[in-house]
């Protein structure tokens, strides 16, 4: 019932339509079921009036469940389509620290819990359809015999109770599988992101396939073998239910009826036979469920999870310049769950058109003091200040929105549509970067973005300055550059990003030019270092 009312609340009045028509189709099967079996019992005496109450039965049932069909994956690809784009809305809108440390259980919507919602809503046309012929071909079996309906109707009973006891096994098998594949896409990721490393190193590649992957597979397939046995036993249980229910119908009006009822017996327990096929489409669906419930609650609670955590979207427009210098003010973070690292009471001012430099060695915090900056992460204690405001929810997206930022592990987007784009001199930028024989921009798209790493860099450089913010972020942009690019960085953009009023920030490592910056801070375990 979940599952429909879910599916009610989503589709609306198309989805009561399509319900509808499967019910016009369900009679329409009924009908033909009914004319076929008085047919079967007391012959054929006007055979047109036969082939034309068939033929049009027929019509209407091939019809309708064609129509109910067709709405329904319409309505289907609907909340399909609707139900990601609001969950993709709800991770763009959560606080980043939520959506970077669920990334595998975020693939994990998308790819199977969405399937699994699919795959079950695309039975109920069926179910419908199935559901009215049960109805209609019950009604005849209560016209021809009062007795065998109440069996009929025990029957239903017992075969529903027994599809919901056999059902509890699955409900714990549908949790499983979901974490199993959880960990399963994790270790996918694994072997796809991470081949390079894997290619390298002989060993890791040996103990990541036969101890990681192989036993990752291992468990699915163990897994999968004792799902679909539960699921087998289960079926026959339930069919073993149905035939023996069936043969005690038979036993019954065999010994305890009068041979008065035996023709309308007959001719009702033919009928009774004919519900076989829409009983197995509705005890299918009634399996279905289970995954559906696990799917719908999985989503639920890592939506609400992230829900919890959201930030208000921008309302207003885009702020583009920055006042006053950005204030931090005794502003500690410390990531959940992990006493390991903090940052501690940090105080630092940067200046409006400015150049500061961010330093400090492996693990002292620098690009979490980035991201913290740049209102990624939101601080555990302190604040911080911009043009004259203290930094919240309320605008927080505000904030954001005047950084451009280029990380140590950026990732690259094609479409660059969302800049003015035409306005600036990018033709020139990719020569003064040697990457205009490797890629142009075609309709605000870049041609190639299958580039070194370092390459990659010098494009984000240009998406950089076609974003136009008001603060540049550099995490490490120079560390995997060769000599001439890492002294053009230095000496020639940093200097242009001034020139035109920019903030710019910069986690380095190069001491050599620590003189092109307006100051330095000094990173030790957490703590800016005097």
């Known amino acids: 019932m979940r599952a429909i009312l879910y599916l009610i609340k989503l589709g609306g009045w198309k989805f009561i339509g399509s319900g509808l028509l499967s019910l016009i189709a369900g009679f329409g099967s009924g009908y033909a079921i009914k004319i076929v079996n008085e047919s079967i019992h007391s012959g054929i005496n006007d055979l047109p009036r036969f082939l034309i109450n068939l033929g049009i039965s027929l019509f209407v049932f091939i019809v309708s469940s064609i129509l109910a069909s067709k709405a329904i994956i319409e309505i289907l690809q609907n909340i399909i389509a609707s139900l990601t784009k609001d969950f993709a809305i709800k991770i763009l809108n959560s606080k980043f620290i939520r959506t970077e440390a669920n990334q595998e259980k975020l693939m994990s919507v998308f790819f199977h819990d969405v399937n699994t919602i699919s795959n079950l809503t695309e039975k ?40 919901i006891l056999t059902n509890k096994p699955l409900r714990e098998i549908a949790k499983i599988n979901r974490d199993i594949f959880d960990n399963y896409l994790q270790k996918t990721n694994h072997l796809i992101f991470g081949i390079r490393e894997l290619k390298l190193n002989k060993e890791h590649r040996d103990y990541f396939i036969r101890k990681e992957y192989e036993d990752t597979i291992e468990k699915k397939k163990s897994f999968t073998i004792k799902e679909r046995i539960i699921i087998t036993i289960t079926d026959k249980i339930v069919e073993s239910v149905a035939l023996a229910s069936i043969a005690f ?121 980035a991201k913290v900056l740049s209102g990624l992460y939101t601080p555990s204690s ?47 930028i990719l020569e003064d970067l040697e990457l205009k024989s490797q890629v142009s921009i075609e309709n605000g798209l870049y041609t190639n973005v299958k580039l070194s790493s370092g390459q990659l860099k010098r494009l984000a450089y240009l998406t950089l300055i076609l974003e136009d913010k008001q603060v540049c972020l550099f995490d490490e942009w120079a560390a995997n550059q060769d000599i001439e690019f890492k002294d053009y960085f230095y000496n020639t953009i940093l200097s242009h990003l001034k020139s035109k009023g920019k903030t710019v920030i910069a986690i380095t490592h190069d001491e050599k030019y620590f003189n092109k910056a307006d100051k330095i801070y000094f990173l030790q375990e957490g703590k800016i270092k005097s």
């Open 382 to 428: 302190g604040s911080i200040e911009f043009n004259n405001e203290t930094l919240s929810e309320n605008n927080l997206d505000l904030y954001r929105n005047l950084f451009s930022a280029i990380w140590n592990d950026n990732h690259t987007f094609e479409d660059i549509n969302y800049n003015r784009w035409e306005d600036f001199g990018w033709k020139k």
């Open 124 to 163: 109920i046309p069926n179910l419908f359809v199935s559901s009215t012929v049960v109805l209609v071909c019950s009604g005849y079996i209560f016209y021809l015999s009062h007795e065998l309906f109440l069996m009929l109707i025990g029957l239903i009973v017992l075969v529903g109770f027994s599809v």
């Open 249 to 369: 119908m038979v036993l019954f009006f065999t010994y305890f009826t009068s041979n008065s009822n035996h023709e309308s017996f007959v001719e009702g327990f033919t009928m009774t036979l004919f519900l076989a096929a829409p009983l197995a489409s509705i005890a299918s669906f009634a399996k279905g469920l289970k995954k559906f419930n696990a799917a719908i609650n999985q989503i639920s609670l890592l939506g609400l999870e992230l829900g919890d955590h959201s930030i208000k979207e921008l309302k207003t427009n885009t702020l583009n310049k920055l006042n006053s210098e950005i204030v931090l003010k005794s502003v500690g973070f410390q990531y959940p769950n992990k006493s390991d690292f903090t940052l501690k009471d940090l105080d630092l001012t940067i200046e409006p058109g400015s150049i500061c430099f961010i330093t400090g060695g492996n693990g002292s915090g620098k690009t979490t003091l």
